[in-house]
């Protein structure tokens, strides 16, 4: 006998509870909005909840981006906490914003999206329960939404690589998604090979010489890298990244950051890291300890794989070595099952991670009642405030505040950003969506009334300048306003090299305008002298 399907209604559905769908939810709520939020595990945070066996950050793994810039915009993480919070603080500081904004109640957990549909003004929703993490589908329930929030992630998919005679060796191959700890996958002690050198790959390079103490390990890359330490002159790096530093012309503010690294790590080539782009035209790879490690030759840095042989592996420049274990930290791709095929088409370049989002939020084809929140890559700072202002973003115009353009107008404004992103990053699949979280965030806030006015702020005008000034900037003014705003943005440390830099180019414009009124009061006189005479 065939069950019956229950059916309900809501004003949003939102898809996942990890950082991006907590934001959009609450964003929702506070626009006055009746909110559904489908997870598939059954816990709140995304990645950022540590899972033995499933989807999940290692256990080494603190965040990349200091507590300032990684936070949510009017919850501030506790003083107390470590400028780079470990997974641990992270998964708390999630759960208590949850519940103090009250969203835990409006989450269906142990849930899976099976299909969306366009069904005339309204999404229909069809949801699974499941057990088992998600892998055990049980009763069916449709849901019908006016408003839809996508907020499942880009990282999403492991993207793996294929190299010749790869079926021939003989130890294990993992993707990053499943390396937990040296321990838990049982590599202490061995030959490690690492594919790639992103944030992960450097971070499970390290834990594997240090806590698996293994025989050997191997980083294989094919681009190279710039590796920015977490302090640079005593402070978190993205604190560098200001509004000041964004005004000048991408590659004069290379040139100025790759002094900078250079300075204080030395050229990447000496330690046979060999990046193939400029250090502003990739994700910043982020570690305080790589090239120390690098330097002890405890970590090796290698070129791409050429080819596999049993336990052999050789590279593009002839070397070649012997592995226990591969781990491949080869990035993401976007996966979006459920979308009907006439919409993933919209949405998604099939077989790349190229999507056709305006300003990676909306489809043109699809209208404005879909949002796709947090698919976006930030290229100095976290996903996090980004995020947020997409989805309050979002909340003005499914409340009919602000409006979208025209869809022949984002169609053009998405053909000159994907323009911009050719010259600016470098060609790899994970710089597709990646935007200047300062840049973007004051783009889209700009939207709906919510960029920070340096003008209606003296106080903290110059913090607006020359401060990364945190995620509480964009609680300023506008919709969403936080009387905290100010005070959290004055908490935010500003660095001593944008300082004094600031003053130094106050000081250089001050003086060209005083030589510019001498030579005017001086032009003047001449005048007045020759008419008197």
């Given at each position: 006998?065939?069950?019956?399907?229950?059916?309900?209604?809501?004003?949003?559905?939102?898809?996942?509870?990890?950082?991006?769908?907590?934001?959009?939810?609450?964003?929702?709520?506070?626009?006055?909005?009746?909110?559904?939020?489908?997870?598939?595990?059954g816990e709140i945070g995304g990645l950022w909840t540590f899972r033995e066996h499933d989807y999940g950050v290692m256990r080494c793994t603190h965040i990349n981006v200091s507590k300032?810039?990684?936070?949510?915009?009017?919850?501030?993480?506790?003083?107390d906490v470590a400028d780079y919070p470990h997974h641990s603080d992270m998964a708390k500081y999630i759960v208590n914003y949850a519940q103090h904004f009250n969203l835990v109640e409006l989450i269906s957990f142990h849930t899976i999206v099976t299909s969306v549909i366009r069904k005339g003004e309204k999404w229909e929703v069809v949801i699974k329960s499941v057990e088992d993490q998600g892998?055990?589908?049980?009763?069916?329930?449709?849901?019908?939404?006016?408003?839809?929030?996508?907020?499942?992630?880009?990282?999403?998919?492991?993207?793996?690589?294929k190299f010749l005679g790869q079926e021939t060796f003989k130890g294990e191959i993992i993707h990053a998604v499943d390396y937990k700890d040296p321990l838990t996958n049982g590599l202490v002690g061995k030959r490690i090979l690492i594919v790639g050198i992103g944030n992960s790959a450097v971070d499970s390079a390290v834990d594997c010489t240090t806590v698996?103490?293994?025989?050997?390990?191997?980083?294989?890359?094919?681009?190279?890298?710039?590796?920015?330490?977490?302090?640079?002159?005593?402070?978190?790096?993205?604190?560098?990244?200001?509004?000041?530093?964004?005004?000048?012309?991408?590659?004069?503010?290379?040139?100025?950051?790759?002094?900078?690294?250079?300075?204080?790590?030395?050229d990447p080539r000496r330690w046979g890291l060999n990046p193939k782009m400029r250090a502003l035209q990739t994700q910043p790879t982020v570690s305080p300890t790589l090239i120390h490690h690098i330097q002890r030759k405890n970590i090796k840095i290698v070129p791409n794989i050429a080819k596999i042989d049993g336990d052999t592996v050789h590279f593009v420049n002839g070397e070649s070595g012997q592995f226990d274990n591969i781990i491949y930290c080869t990035g993401y791709k976007i996966d979006l099952p459920y979308l009907a095929d006439d919409m993933h088409s919209k949405v998604l370049d099939e077989g790349s991670n190229n999507i056709k989002l305006y300003k990676n939020v909306f489809s043109p084809?699809?209208?404005?009642?879909?949002?796709?929140?947090?698919?976006?890559?930030?290229?100095?700072?976290?996903?996090?405030?980004?995020?947020?202002?997409?989805?309050?973003?979002?909340?003005?115009?499914?409340?009919?505040?602000?409006q979208l353009p025209q869809k022949h107008l984002m169609e053009m404004d998405m053909e000159m950003e994907m323009v911009a992103q050719k010259d600016r990053w470098y060609s790899s699949a994970r710089h597709t969506i990646q935007r200047d979280?300062?840049?973007?965030?004051?783009?889209?806030?700009?939207?709906?009334?919510?960029?920070?006015?340096?003008?209606?702020?003296?106080?903290?005008?110059?913090?607006l300048l020359f401060s990364s000034c945190g995620a509480a900037q964009w609680r300023l003014q506008g919709p969403g306003q936080w009387n905290g705003a100010a005070k959290a943005v004055q908490k935010v440390p500003l660095t001593d090299l944008m300082h004094y830099s600031g003053m130094a180019f106050a000081l250089f414009t001050g003086m060209i305008l005083l030589l510019l009124l001498y030579i005017m009061w001086y032009m003047m006189s001449l005048l007045f002298e020759n008419f008197i005479v």
């Open positions: 006998m065939k069950m019956a399907v229950s059916k309900r209604e809501t004003d949003v559905v939102v898809i996942g509870a990890g950082i991006s769908g907590l934001v959009a939810a609450k964003c929702m709520k506070e626009d006055g909005f009746k909110v559904t939020v489908i997870e598939r595990t300032y810039n990684y936070c949510f915009s009017d919850f501030p993480f506790p003083e892998h055990t589908p049980q009763g069916t329930e449709v849901i019908y939404c006016p408003f839809l929030i996508i907020a499942s992630g880009h990282h999403a998919k492991p993207s793996l690589p698996g103490r293994c025989k050997s390990v191997v980083i294989s890359t094919r681009s190279g890298a710039w590796i920015i330490p977490n302090y640079i002159f005593g402070f978190p790096v993205d604190l560098y990244a200001c509004r000041a530093f964004f005004l000048l012309p991408w590659r004069w503010a290379n040139f100025i950051l790759e002094r900078i690294i250079k300075f204080v790590s030395g084809a699809l209208g404005p009642s879909l949002a796709f929140i947090g698919f976006v890559q930030p290229a100095s700072g976290g996903v996090l405030t980004m995020s947020e202002t997409q989805a309050r973003w979002f909340g003005q115009i499914c409340r009919g505040r602000v979280p300062i840049v973007y965030n004051d783009e889209i806030a700009s939207f709906f009334g919510a960029k920070p006015d340096i003008i209606k702020h003296p106080a903290i005008a110059w913090r």
